[in-house]
């Protein structure tokens, strides 16, 4: 067949496919329907869990990480009673959390209770924010200091006449207030952060940290005891530390995430077989519907691989149609009622390009598929039978 021929070929495959689908609208409307609400649904969850996951990490940047690493021989009561560890630990330890699969968003941390201006503050320097497998991402805690400048507490900052901008003499050096800190009603309200080395030199710790706070990696439901499993990865590489869960902010996120999962897992291919099924349902009815046209074009000539295209196509077609329509749509929603879930961004959900084109070849091919028996079972008509039937 050369490729005029080809072209003929599929101009009048889908001539016959649009005037098919307009004449039994009402079925291909349906099958289009089912399409749309399968593709609207996998997009609608798929975009929310995408969005859930950022939320949880806008979160935890307000709020704090949910896992704590201590130096070793930390007393975990005397961690919670000072607020820091008493102790410390080289910051090469950091490093040694390189190749480990279970910590993320590693930010290293210095903290001591010191006097200033007559006022009990807690001094805490944060060092920058790493990753796990040299992965590279965007920094979310939060709280990147520069070198000379400090935040401070909206307590403390009040309590001295602290202004944004102005210089302040800290444990006799001079550093800039960057940034007065909203009021949080908790510890913040009285600590200054700065960067880390000018903690270190400020306390006289150069070289030595006193926690690492870090972001729990995914734990599938299937682990009883995440923190068990944190502590046998985590442990070998530094012996002997202190490694803490904060299991309120961990369980959040994790259930969060398995919200979704779950109905990915699950949900999800109950609604896809309840597709399949109600799509090869309406290519059977349209086979049936059509015995008379199956029979009048074999008895004209056309061939199986003809008559089976035609069948194909019909699915092919509306796929595509309902691939792009359930993108829209799943997009569409998961935006109305994305910002009513996630209060802290006014954008949370995000079009996701790469969603849409899989939608695209998939959809299609999942109709093909559903179609094929029907379509199989037309090829196999007997046009001497058919067009003695409707005779």
């Known amino acids: 067949?050369?490729?005029?021929?080809?072209?003929?070929?599929?101009?009048?495959?889908?001539?016959?496919?649009?005037?098919?689908?307009?004449?039994?609208?009402?079925?291909?409307?349906?099958?289009?329907?089912?399409?749309?609400?399968?593709?609207?649904?996998?997009?609608?969850?798929?975009?929310?869990?995408?969005?859930?996951?950022q939320e949880t990490?806008?979160?935890?940047?307000?709020?704090?990480?949910n896992l704590l690493?201590?130096?070793?021989?930390?007393?975990?009561?005397?961690?919670?009673?000072?607020g820091y560890a008493e102790g410390s630990m080289p910051d090469s330890f950091l490093n040694h959390l390189e190749e480990q699969n279970v910590a993320n968003r590693l930010v290293p941390m210095v903290k001591r209770r010191i006097q200033w201006q007559g006022r009990d503050a807690m001094l805490t320097g944060i060092g920058q924010e790493t990753f796990k497998q040299g992965m590279k991402m965007k920094a979310v805690f939060g709280r990147s200091i520069e070198s000379g400048t400090m935040a401070v507490g909206r307590v403390i900052a009040n309590a001295l006449s602290l202004q944004e901008g102005q210089a302040a003499n800290l444990l006799g050096e001079d550093f800039r207030v960057e940034r007065i800190l909203s009021t949080q009603g908790d510890e913040q309200d009285v600590q200054i952060f700065v960067s880390l080395q000018d903690a270190q030199r400020l306390l006289q710790l150069e070289g030595r940290i006193s926690e690492i706070q870090a972001l729990e990696c995914h734990c599938g439901e299937d682990v009883s005891d995440p923190l068990a499993a944190i502590r046998s990865d985590l442990e070998p590489l530094m012996p002997g530390v202190q490694i803490i869960r904060r299991d309120s902010l961990a369980n959040a996120r994790r259930s969060q995430r398995h919200l979704a999962e779950q109905f990915l897992n699950f949900g999800f291919p109950v609604l896809v077989g309840l597709c399949a099924i109600l799509i090869a349902a309406l290519s059977m009815l349209n086979v049936r519907e059509r015995r008379p046209e199956i029979g009048v074009l074999r008895a004209l000539g056309k061939t199986s691989v003809w008559i089976a295209m035609l069948f194909l196509s019909r699915a092919i077609l509306l796929g595509i149609v309902g691939g792009a329509l359930g993108s829209l749509v799943g997009f569409l929603i998961a935006n109305a009622i994305g910002p009513e879930l996630f209060q802290t961004q006014a954008a949370t959900v995000s079009f996701d390009f790469s969603l849409t084109i899989m939608s695209l070849w998939m959809t299609p091919f999942f109709?093909?598929?559903?179609?094929?028996?029907?379509?199989?079972?037309?090829?196999?008509?007997?046009?001497?039978?058919v067009l003695g039937e409707s005779s």
């Open 1 to 53: 067949m050369g490729l005029a021929e080809a072209g003929a070929f599929l101009l009048s495959l889908y001539r016959l496919v649009c005037a098919e689908l307009f004449a039994r609208r009402w079925s291909a409307l349906l099958a289009l329907l089912a399409l749309v609400v399968t593709v609207g649904a996998f997009h609608f969850f798929s975009l929310l869990a995408s969005s859930s996951a």
């Open 367 to 385: 109709a093909a598929i559903a179609a094929l028996v029907p379509a199989a079972m037309a090829v196999s008509e007997d046009p001497v039978t």
């Open 69 to 82: 690493i201590l130096p070793p021989g930390t007393s975990v009561d005397r961690y919670w009673s000072l």
């Open 57 to 65: 990490r806008v979160i935890q940047r307000d709020i704090g990480l």
